[in-house]
């Protein structure tokens, strides 16, 4: 019977997809991917490229990241339904992320509003955070430890209740946040306990394992986190 | 150059491995594996097995679950020892985990003692936690949320504060702790939006997704998560 697939692709690198996720590429008809925003290929579709087939059918569709939910949904709908029109009409159809499609993916909001109308199946992904965590060779967590996954975007105040209960927190979407996350840093000595990956597992990758030197005003890309590690 | 390998294979379903982690064990020319509680084969060799050449030489090696860290480390000590001897010869060397190597994995102390004498990588898997919310199609955090790891061997105090704090928490290591960790659910009504999971992405897996009739006495194997999700 014909499915829809939310496919987690992981942080970057190709290497990095499931073979769950590889396999499950190549047997697509029609794949549906985020739009690049300067045209082009996005940045999902040049990680899937490996595993897909020819004549695949790439749907490339726009999906506005505003903040305003009625004007992102009405575009959300229109996706999702020509998904079920889709799956309805006997295509295997996939829908890929990166990362994971449960962590902050694009993907909850479809899987909201398709609900049960098709039968939809998820395939895990690397996060960025796991991937980080690996090529820095830093464990998020050992033994009794926790950690959190907190976006800059949620506020100092939740920011520093996370920094004080978890041994490990990773900091997401800091880029346009450094004058609320570094002071807030400095003040539980955790400015050199502090690794800033931005690119994770792509080319450009960079990686700073100290940032007591970073300044609030430096550029830093969307892509970037932090692993705060205390102790 | 012979090189170290701390390879993440995922929750449990062999094609829930990366790609790069398929390669890499078909390249090892020594596998080391914790070995299984009851002899045969250990869990994470089960997974890895589609995957490694007939004459991989595989070393099973004890590591002692036990509190005391000093017991611990002098039988984790041995097994770092060995494979710094085995790189050094030339061989490229691998380590499997269940999940990923840097959330709660032995691995970690390995990589500690083996320092930088020998050149290593580490290679992300798939959670178990990742696993479980794609299976269950519940996404961790969108938006601006926040979600936090925790095991409940980490303590009621620590756990109330994480439930207080993140909109989403996973509660690992559950199956002894029914009796702190379901009055603390119940206290934040949060009973009925947790799902739990045992033995996740294997073929004996159980989910439930609402946990208002669990009892404190029921006998739950280590294996078993929570996803407790607010609002």
Redesign the interface.
């Known amino acids: 019977m014909a499915k829809f697939y939310?496919i987690?692709i992981?942080p970057g690198?190709?290497?990095?997809?499931?073979?769950?996720a590889?396999?499950l590429l190549s047997e697509l008809d029609i794949l549906y991917t985020p739009e690049a925003k300067m045209g082009g290929k996005s940045l999902a579709l040049k990680i899937a490229d490996p595993y897909i087939k020819e004549d695949l059918e790439i749907k490339q569709r726009h999906f506005p990241m505003v903040r305003d939910r009625s004007l992102k949904e009405g575009q959300w709908k229109e996706i999702a339904d020509e998904i079920v029109q889709d799956v309805k009409s006997g295509k295997n159809v996939g829908f890929i992320t990166l990362g994971?499609?449960?962590?902050?993916?694009t993907y909850?909001?479809l899987?909201e509003i398709i609900g049960d109308s098709i039968e939809?199946q998820?395939?895990?992904?690397?996060?960025s955070f796991?991937?980080i965590?690996?090529?820095v060779?830093?464990?998020?967590?050992?033994?009794?430890?926790?950690?959190?996954?907190?976006?800059a975007?949620?506020?100092a105040e939740?920011l520093e209740?996370?920094l004080k209960?978890?041994e490990t927190v990773v900091i997401m979407k800091v880029a346009n946040h450094l004058a609320m996350v570094l002071p807030l840093l400095e003040k539980y000595n955790l400015l050199h306990s502090t690794v800033l990956v931005s690119h994770a597992s792509m080319d450009k990758q960079t990686i700073r394992r100290d940032i007591s030197d970073l300044s609030v005003d430096e550029k830093l890309t969307y892509f970037t986190t932090m692993i705060v590690k205390k102790g």
């Open positions: 939310g987690g992981g690198d190709s290497e990095l997809v499931t073979v769950k590889s396999r994971d499609p449960m962590v902050y993916s909850s909001y899987l939809t998820t395939i895990p992904g690397i996060t796991n991937s965590a690996s090529q060779n830093i464990p998020l967590v050992m033994d009794e430890e926790s950690f959190a996954i907190v976006p975007t949620s506020g939740k209740e996370a209960l978890h």
